[in-house]
């Protein structure tokens, strides 16, 4: 799977968009998401944890031809479960400055001492998601 989403990130990024330095030293340790169409890799995202509390969101990417269809949004949905599951309360992400409404639909907002900031020539804003728990209704029962 890694392999798979290697080759994503690496046609979008890197191909696409001109990022030079695409892979990491987090990428050994994050968590990687692959959406496969008919065996066919479609779009990623990488989670990788800051403190048991708090991710960090990021390589969010989806092939050309199925952008503008709700990719992005099911694979940031997916890991914000993720993190639930883990115990985190708290993703953090650097957006591209083009793509901070995409977030921002989601429920993420800027950062309030988070500035614009440049990641290989590419404008980017820290931006960030408390993430909301639900809570039972009345008291638990298991049968």
């Known amino acids: 799977m890694f392999e798979d989403a290697r080759a994503l990130r690496q046609q979008v990024f890197v191909e696409e968009e001109g990022y030079k330095n695409e892979f990491d030293e987090e990428d050994a340790?994050?968590?990687?998401?692959?959406?496969?169409?008919?065996?066919?890799?479609?779009?990623?995202?990488?989670?990788?944890?800051?403190?048991?509390?708090?991710?960090?969101?990021?390589?969010?990417?989806?092939?050309?031809?199925?952008?503008?269809?709700?990719?992005?949004?099911?694979?940031?949905?997916?890991?914000?479960?993720?993190?639930?599951?883990?115990?985190?309360?708290?993703?953090?992400?650097?957006?591209?400055?083009?793509?901070?409404?995409?977030?921002?639909?989601?429920?993420y907002r800027p950062d309030p001492n988070g500035e614009v900031y440049l990641d290989e020539g590419h404008h980017h804003v820290m931006m960030e998601k408390i993430l909301k728990f639900k809570k039972r209704s009345g008291p638990f029962r298991p049968y």
């Open 29 to 107: 340790r994050a968590i990687h998401l692959v959406l496969y169409l008919d065996k066919k890799p479609i779009g990623v995202a990488r989670l990788v944890e800051i403190d048991p509390e708090t991710y960090r969101l990021g390589r969010v990417a989806v092939v050309k031809e199925f952008r503008h269809q709700k990719v992005g949004t099911y694979l940031v949905k997916y890991m914000e479960v993720k993190v639930k599951t883990l115990g985190g309360r708290k993703i953090i992400l650097g957006a591209q400055a083009d793509k901070v409404g995409f977030y921002a639909k989601l429920g």
